[in-house]
T-cell receptor, first 110, second 115 residues
């Protein structure tokens, strides 16, 4: 069964710092990997989707990479802002099922 | 991006009653919808996979008679929590899915409180 792990569980940084969130998965036979953000008490907002044939995707200050063979993905956030404070979740798709990590709770201090 | 709505956003009900939560894909047809449950400070737990026109597939440990799922059309799936108990209180989130390799689009979630 696919297992998804996210490290660190929580992260607190001062505004303006660049940071990296990590996601690892045990079964490399994935169709895609998706990064989400979740604000307290809210649903999920999709940030980036990386297809299994791709190595990275970029959107604004966000860059996500995927290394299927090693079972790893990173989400890079440049020049962090207080508005980036949220929980970040990664999810992988295996055969039409999605498996989520437990998330990284990010706090960006002004 | 695609929009998925959930109704209601919040519901409070008494023990023993049933509650229905709707999940709609507003601007696309979703052959598959997923229902998740999220406990406080935890990640999403997949409850069931709902395919239009067929019975839902439940994950291990999820009671199908308690959590009734109906996927009546390509744009609507409903989750009914039957004979609700306080331990059913949770955040329920649905998502809609076009097909393998595509994004999953999430609804805003429904906060259920059973008193």
């Amino acid at each position: 069964k696919q297992e998804v792990t996210q490290i660190p569980a929580a992260l607190s940084v001062p505004e303006g710092e660049n940071l990296v969130l990590n996601c690892s998965f045990t079964d490399s036979a994935i169709y895609n990997l998706q990064w989400f953000r979740q604000d307290p008490g809210k649903g999920l907002t999709s940030l980036l989707l990386i297809q299994s044939s791709q190595r990275e995707q970029t959107s604004g200050r966000l860059n996500a990479s995927l290394d299927k063979s090693s079972g790893r993905s990173t989400l890079y956030i440049a020049a962090s802002q207080p508005g980036d404070s949220a929980t970040y979740l990664c999810a992988v798709e295996n055969f039409n099922k999605f498996y989520f990590g437990s998330g990284t709770k990010l706090n960006v201090k002004p | 991006g695609a929009v998925v709505s959930q109704h209601p956003s919040r519901v409070i009900c008494k023990s023993g009653t049933s509650v229905k939560i709707e999940c709609r894909s507003l601007d696309f047809q979703a052959t598959t919808m997923f229902w998740y449950r999220q406990f406080p400070k935890k990640s999403l737990m997949l409850m069931a996979t709902s395919n239009e026109g067929s019975k839902a597939t439940y994950e291990q440990g999820v009671e199908k008679d308690k959590f009734l799922i109906n996927h009546a059309s390509l744009t609507l799936s409903t989750l009914t929590v039957t004979s609700a108990h306080p331990e059913d209180s949770s955040f329920y989130i649905c998502s809609a899915f076009i097909g393998s390799g595509y994004e999953q689009y999430f609804g805003p979630g429904t906060r259920l409180t059973v008193t």
